[in-house]
C-alpha cells in the first residue's frame, strides 16, 4: 500500500493541540531559556525584585493602618468603653477623622448603666496641662487631669498617701511623681490653659501597666469637671462587666440599647482613650494607598522598560528562532512564560525586603510622630500576594509589549535586521507619544486658568508624569535626533563614535536613560512643588502679620481670657486671639458629597484690621461673626462657594454650621483656608485654648508685668507666628517616602544603565580589531555617559518645568516657582553620581578580554 492510500486512510490530519503560555510545556521551555541566559534576565529580575519589595511594604503599612492598634492604658481595666463617634460618615467613601475630640453628653453614664450585664459605668474627662518644676515646664509625655472615680478604669492603686478629698488635692501616677520629685504630702504647681496654680498631692498612684503615652494627674470629680470647661458633657464611659459577660456581647448590648454612640473593646479602646491614635491610622492608610499607587504605576513602567530592552538585546536569537520555523505566537508565548517566571520568582525574592523595608518605614512613621508607641506592625501573606500578582502582570505586558515586534516580522526580515536597529517607531506607539505630549502640556498651562481650587493644582501636578511617559514613548525619536544634532558639530574620533552610537542604538539609550529621566522629573517636581508651597505658606505668613508682638506659650497653650489682660495694658492698641484647628468643608458633587479637610482659625474681626492681613479678595472680615465664615481663594474654587453663598462645615468636633461666605482672601497658606470667629472655633476645639496672642502696641510698651503670673507664656516678635499646616504634620513622612521612590528609581537606572553596558562586549571587541585603542574605547563610553546624562538632566528638567509652573501659577499667581539652586545641583550631582559609575564600570568588565575571545563568546 501506497504512502498516499496509507494517509487517506488515516483521515485528514489532527490539529496541533494549543500551548497555553501558562502550560507546563511552555514554561518549561521559559525556564530553559532563562537558565541559559542567567545574565541577560538578571536585570529583569532585579527590577522585579526591587519594585516587589516596595509594593510589599507599601501593602504591610495599608493593613497595618487598617488593622493594627494600640492598648488601651488608662482604659486598660474597662471591659467596654463607649466613645461618640470620631469620623464624619460618607457614603461610598472613606470616613474623614475629626480633628478634634467628639463628645458625649453627660446622660450617657446613666444610659450605659441601666444595660443588663454593666456592672458599673464611670464618666471620662481629660484636661491637658503642664507641671511646672523649677520654674519650667516638665518634659516628658503629655499631662492629662481626670476624675478620681476614673482611676479605677486603669486601675490606679494607691501606692502611698490618700485619693483627693478636696478641690485643693491631687494624685499624681508614680512616673510622674517620680519626675516631677515630689510624694504624698508634697506640693506641685500645675498649669491649665496659661494659669498656674499649687495643689497638694495627696497621693502617689500606680497603674496597672506603665504609661507610655501620657501622664496622669486626678482631682476630686468635682474640680476635673470645673477646669474641663464643658459643662453637661463628658471625653468617654467605661464599663465594667458584670462577672461571666463577655466584653463582645456587652458592647452589643449597650450599642443597641444606647443609639448614637461609639462601642470599643481591645486594642479599639485606645482609639477612645486618645483620639489622635485613630487620626495617625487615617493617614497611614491615606499615606500608604496613594504611595502604593504611585509605586505600582512605576514599577509597571520600569519593569516593562527592562523587559523591553531585554527582549531588544535578544533580536538575533528570536530571529534565528523564527529562521527555523518558530511562529510569531510561539515567540510570544515563550516570551510571556519568561516574563511569568521572572515576575514570579523575583517578586517573591523582594517579599522577604519588602517586609524588612516595612519595618524601616514603621521606625521611621514612630519617630516622625506619625504613628504612635505600640503600633505594632501586622504582616501578613496578602501583601506579598498582592506584589506577587502585581509584578507578574507587569512583567507579562512589558514582555508581551518588547516581543510583539520580534513575533511579528518574517523570518527572513527578521535575519536581516538584527544587525541595525529599525529606524521607525510603531505607529501606536508614535501616535500616542505624540498625542501625550500637547496633553502634558495642557494639564500644566490651561488647567490651572480654567479650573478653580485644588482642581488646578492637581490638573498641573499630572503634567509631569503625562510628559514622562511621553518621552518614553518618544525616546528612540529623541535620542536619535539629539545625537544628529550634536553630530552635526566638529569634534574627535571617540565623540563622533559615541554620538553615531547613540543614533544607531536609539532604542536601547532610550530604555535605559528613561528611569533616569523619570527620576530627574520626578525629583525635580516633587522637591520643587514642596519649596514653592513652603516658600508661598512663609512669605504669606510674616508679610501678614501686621502685630509687632505674639505671645505663645510652651505650656498646653493660652487661656482665652488672658487676651482682655493685655487690653488693658497702657499703649496696647489691639489684642487679636488666634484659635487654631482644622474643619471638615463638605459640598453637594451629583448624588454624593465631596469633602475637604482644611486648616482654619478663630479670629475676633475687630482686632484683624490691626494685626492681620489676609489679602482679602472680596468681601469683608468684618462680617464675620455668629454662623459666618471666611474661605482663601483655593478652599472657595474647590467647594464652589463666594461671597454671599454659603457652604456646609464640620467644625472640629463634628458639629454642624451652614456658614454664610462673607470673604475670599489669598492668604491661606499662611494663615488656613478657613477663617471662622474666634468663638466659634474655641467651643469646638478639644482643650479650648488660643495658640497665639497677636499684640499691636506702641513703641515701649512692656508686657512684662501684665505676663508675670503666667510662667508658660513668651513675648515674640512675629516670627513666631508659623505658617499653617498643609500636610497634616506629614512632611517628614513626604521626605521619606520620597526617598524610597527616588531610591526605586536610582536602583532602575544603575540596573538598566549596567545592563545595556555590560551586553556590548562584542561591539568593544569589533572596534578594537578594526584599530581602535581600549583607551579610545572608554573615552568613547564616556562621551556616551556624558550624553546620558546631560539628556537626563535636560530632558527630566524640560518634563517637570511645566508642572512647577503651572502648580506654581495656581497657588500664587506667579509662574516662577521656587527652585533652590543648592537642591537643583544636588539632583544634578545625584544624576550623575548614578550614572557614570552604571556605564564606566560595566565598560572596564566588558574590556578585560582580548578582542578575538570577545567576538567568539555567546551573545
Not at 496509507?6 to 521551555?29: D, H, I
Not at 542604538?505 to 525635580?524: E, K
Not at 478639644?686 to 510662667?711: M, N
Request: hydrophobic letters at 50%.
Amino acid at each position: 500500500m501506497s504512502r498516499r492510500r496509507k494517509a487517506e486512510e488515516a483521515g485528514p490530519p489532527r490539529a496541533a493541540k494549543k500551548v497555553r503560555t501558562l502550560s507546563r510545556q511552555n514554561l518549561s521551555l521559559a525556564w530553559s531559556t532563562v537558565r541559559g541566559r542567567k545574565g541577560g534576565f538578571a536585570a529583569a529580575l532585579i527590577a522585579v525584585a526591587v519594585g516587589s519589595a516596595v509594593i510589599t511594604a507599601c501593602g504591610v503599612l495599608l493593613e497595618t493602618g487598617a488593622r493594627s492598634g494600640v492598648a488601651a492604658e488608662r482604659y486598660r481595666g474597662a471591659a467596654v468603653v463607649v466613645g461618640a463617634r470620631q469620623a464624619m460618615p460618607v457614603a461610598g467613601d472613606a470616613d474623614p477623622r475629626l480633628p478634634e475630640r467628639a463628645r458625649l453628653p453627660a446622660g450617657t453614664v446613666a444610659k450605659v448603666a441601666a444595660v443588663e450585664g454593666v456592672q458599673s459605668a464611670v464618666g471620662d474627662v481629660s484636661v491637658r496641662m503642664a507641671v511646672l518644676k523649677g520654674g519650667s515646664v516638665l518634659d516628658g509625655p503629655s499631662v492629662y487631669g481626670h476624675g478620681w472615680s476614673a482611676s479605677v478604669l486603669a486601675p490606679f492603686s494607691l501606692r502611698s498617701g490618700t485619693g483627693p478629698r478636696s478641690d485643693g488635692d491631687v494624685v499624681l501616677d508614680t512616673d510622674l511623681a517620680e519626675r516631677a520629685g515630689v510624694g504624698a504630702g508634697g506640693t506641685v504647681t500645675l498649669v491649665t490653659g496659661s494659669v498656674p496654680r499649687s495643689y497638694r498631692v495627696s497621693g502617689v498612684a500606680e497603674p496597672a501597666a506603665p504609661l507610655d503615652r501620657q501622664s496622669a494627674v486626678f482631682f476630686t470629680d468635682g474640680q476635673a469637671a470645673r477646669l474641663y470647661g464643658s459643662s453637661g458633657q463628658i471625653d468617654a464611659v467605661g464599663v465594667l462587666a458584670a462577672k461571666g459577660v463577655g466584653a463582645g456581647e456587652l458592647a452589643t448590648r449597650i450599642g443597641k440599647a444606647v443609639p448614637g454612640v461609639v462601642t470599643a473593646t481591645g486594642d479599639d479602646r485606645g482609639d477612645v482613650e486618645t483620639p489622635d491614635v485613630g487620626r495617625m491610622r487615617s493617614f497611614v492608610i491615606e499615606v500608604a494607598s496613594a504611595f502604593g499607587a504611585t509605586m505600582v504605576l512605576l514599577v509597571v513602567i520600569v519593569v516593562a522598560g527592562t523587559l523591553a530592552l531585554s527582549v531588544e538585546q535578544r533580536r538575533r536569537e528570536l530571529a534565528l528562532l523564527r529562521a527555523v520555523g518558530a511562529t510569531p505566537r510561539q515567540v510570544l508565548r515563550m516570551i510571556g512564560g519568561e516574563a511569568v517566571l521572572v515576575g514570579g520568582i523575583g517578586a517573591l525574592l523582594g517579599a522577604v525586603p519588602g517586609v524588612l523595608l516595612a519595618v524601616l518605614l514603621h521606625t521611621a512613621f514612630t519617630a516622625a510622630g506619625a504613628l504612635p508607641s505600640g503600633f505594632s506592625l501586622v504582616v501578613t501573606p496578602l501583601p506579598v500576594l498582592a506584589a506577587l500578582l502585581i509584578c507578574v502582570t507587569a512583567a507579562r505586558i512589558g514582555g508581551r509589549l518588547a516581543a510583539r515586534r520580534a513575533a511579528k516580522v518574517s523570518a527572513v526580515e527578521a535575519l536581516g535586521d538584527t544587525a541595525v536597529e529599525p529606524k521607525r517607531l510603531g505607529r501606536v506607539r508614535l501616535a500616542l507619544g505624540l498625542a501625550l505630549v500637547p496633553a502634558g502640556l495642557a494639564a500644566a498651562v490651561v488647567l490651572p486658568v480654567v479650573l478653580p481650587g485644588e482642581s488646578a493644582i492637581d490638573g498641573a501636578a499630572s503634567s509631569a508624569l503625562v510628559l514622562v511617559i511621553a518621552v518614553a514613548l518618544l525616546g528612540p525619536r529623541l535620542f536619535g535626533g539629539i545625537a544628529a544634532l550634536l553630530g552635526r558639530r566638529p569634534g574627535g574620533v571617540t565623540r563622533f563614535l559615541a554620538l553615531a552610537g547613540a543614533g544607531a542604538r536609539a532604542r536601547r539609550l532610550s530604555a535605559a536613560t528613561t528611569p533616569l529621566i523619570m527620576g530627574v522629573t520626578m525629583a525635580s517636581a516633587q522637591l520643587f512643588s514642596a519649596a514653592t508651597l513652603a516658600a508661598t505658606a512663609h512669605d504669606q505668613a510674616t508679610g501678614g502679620v501686621l502685630a509687632d508682638r505674639v505671645v505663645t506659650s510652651e505650656g498646653p497653650g493660652i487661656s482665652p481670657d488672658l487676651a482682655g489682660t493685655l487690653r488693658a495694658v497702657p499703649g496696647v492698641r489691639a489684642v487679636g486671639p488666634v484659635a487654631r484647628t482644622s474643619v471638615i468643608l463638605v459640598w453637594p458633587d451629583g448624588d454624593g458629597v465631596q469633602y475637604r479637610v482644611s486648616t482654619a482659625q478663630g479670629v475676633d474681626p475687630a482686632a484683624v484690621p490691626d494685626t492681620m492681613d489676609l489679602d482679602v479678595l472680596r468681601g469683608d472680615l468684618g462680617g464675620l461673626t455668629g454662623s459666618a465664615v471666611a474661605l482663601s481663594r483655593l478652599a472657595a474654587g474647590t467647594v464652589g462657594a463666594d461671597v454671599g453663598g454659603t457652604v456646609d462645615v464640620r467644625l472640629g468636633d463634628g458639629a454642624v454650621e451652614k456658614a454664610e461666605v462673607v470673604a475670599v482672601y489669598e492668604n491661606g497658606l499662611g494663615f488656613g483656608d478657613v477663617t471662622l470667629p474666634h468663638n466659634v472655633v474655641l467651643a469646638h476645639t478639644t482643650d479650648h485654648l488660643d495658640e497665639w496672642l497677636l499684640v499691636r502696641s506702641d513703641r515701649g510698651t512692656d508686657l512684662s508685668a501684665a505676663l508675670k503670673a503666667y510662667p508658660t507664656l513668651r513675648v515674640s516678635d512675629a516670627a513666631a507666628v508659623t505658617a499653617a499646616p498643609t500636610d497634616g504634620g506629614g512632611g517628614a513622612i513626604s521626605l521619606v517616602l520620597n526617598a524610597v521612590l527616588l531610591g526605586y528609581l536610582a536602583i532602575a537606572v544603575v540596573n538598566t544603565l549596567v545592563m545595556a553596558t555590560i551586553s556590548r562586549v562584542r561591539e568593544f571587541a569589533l572596534l578594537r580589531l578594526v584599530g581602535l585603542r581600549t583607551g579610545q574605547v572608554r573615552s568613547m563610553m564616556r562621551h556616551e555617559a556624558a550624553l546620558i546624562v546631560s539628556c537626563a538632566v535636560v530632558v527630566g528638567t524640560v518634563a517637570a518645568l511645566p508642572s512647577l509652573i503651572g502648580m506654581s501659577y495656581a497657588i500664587r499667581h506667579s509662574v516662577i516657582p521656587t527652585v533652590p539652586p543648592l537642591v537643583y545641583l544636588g539632583i544634578v550631582l545625584a544624576a550623575a553620581a548614578i550614572a557614570w559609575p552604571a556605564v564606566m564600570l560595566p565598560t572596564r568588565l566588558a574590556l578585560r578580554p582580548p578582542p578575538a575571545e570577545a567576538m567568539a563568546s555567546p551573545e
